[in-house]
């Protein structure tokens, strides 16, 4: 595990242009926000901006996510804020987010809502497994454990960040008592390599290359973000973190491919919970919905392990978070 510094204010420069950029709601969240980072990480920043869509920037030699302040707070939203650190708001705006909410009692929502989505991913992969959809049922089980360990690290009371989400449901699932080598089969981590690494990265750049036109936010945003994942791997491959670069990408891999076929679902008039929805953007003709064979190869989310032990194991695993977070809930 790579020891994470600590920080808990943003740098003089990068307040000093946002505050110069019209800005007069700024606050700092997600890993930067909580002092446990590492140098890679970008600056996730609440704005009280008019696009609806997060912005990616860059700032002299510093990433920066500019998110707009959500206009009510769902269990999600809440709990990213948490580890909020207000550096202006004129209007009060970032205040009244929690008026009416108990830490313990965001954490604790988040917590079900995530064993929720665990729930039915594993639903559809069961599903497409019976289907002998064995590419849809590989997908769903991934996507189960990653809600699972955002679920899990919540209950331990961390925060859940993306780019060292390997280290925190590692500490979470010893906390908990349950199996981390069941949640390391399920992400596909026996593959895990620098040349693996390499290939998702590529297999990401790829997809983000023909799905630009429906790619959040404008051109210029897009390109940031790639730049900055790819320098974000980088620096992971330099420091020996190979697990924690490929559990990264498997986790933006898999936000990713939602993102394409949600949009695809919107314009296709399909519904948005369809359990097809890998083959159902494999090859298809029409750009920019279409996902080669050759680009989710590279993604490398196919299960290699016994689908149905797999199922199995995650469903067991549930099942004591979810009792923990329901108790937890009502006491």
Not at 2 to 7: H, S
Not at 30 to 58: M, N, S, W
Not at 101 to 108: A, H, L
Not at 242 to 269: N, P, W
């Amino acid at each position: 595990m790579i020891g994470l510094p600590k920080q808990k204010f943003m740098p003089a420069e990068l307040e000093k242009h946002l505050s110069n950029s019209g800005f007069s709601t700024i606050a700092l969240i997600g890993c930067r926000g909580t002092g446990r980072f590492f140098p890679c990480c970008e600056y996730d920043v609440l704005v009280d901006a008019k696009e609806k869509q997060i912005r990616h920037d860059v700032i002299g030699s510093k990433y920066i996510d500019l998110i707009p302040v959500p206009q009510k707070s769902a269990a999600e939203e809440a709990f990213d804020l948490l580890p909020m650190k207000i550096i202006l708001d004129h209007n009060m705006i970032l205040l009244g987010l929690h008026r009416d909410s108990k830490k313990e009692d965001v954490i604790k929502d988040y917590a079900i809502s995530k064993i929720l989505e665990t729930i039915s991913a594993l639903k559809k992969a069961e599903d497409c497994h019976q289907d002998k959809n064995q590419i849809d049922a590989s997908f769903w089980i991934h996507s189960a454990a990653l809600e699972f360990s955002s679920s899990s690290i919540a209950l331990s009371r961390g925060a859940v960040h993306p780019t060292h989400l390997l280290d925190d449901v590692r500490d979470s699932a010893s906390a908990l008592g349950v199996s981390y080598e069941i949640i390391s089969d399920a992400m596909n981590l026996q593959r895990a390599s620098r040349t693996s690494v390499e290939r998702r990265l590529a297999g990401i750049n790829e997809v983000i290359l023909s799905s630009l036109q429906i790619q959040e936010g404008s051109p210029e945003s897009v390109y940031v973000y790639s730049k900055q994942l790819n320098e974000k791997i980088s620096w992971l491959l330099k420091n020996h973190a190979i697990l924690q670069a490929y559990t990264f990408l498997g986790y933006e891999s898999v936000r990713m491919l939602k993102h394409i076929y949600y949009r695809f679902c919107q314009d296709a008039g399909i519904p948005l919970h369809h359990s097809r929805i890998i083959t159902e953007i494999l090859d298809r003709s029409e750009v920019p919905y279409r996902l080669s064979h050759e680009s989710f190869k590279l993604l490398a989310i196919e299960n290699e392990a016994n689908i149905l032990s797999t199922l199995q194991g995650l469903g067991t695993l549930v099942e004591v978070v979810r009792r923990k977070a329901t108790t937890e809930r009502l006491n």
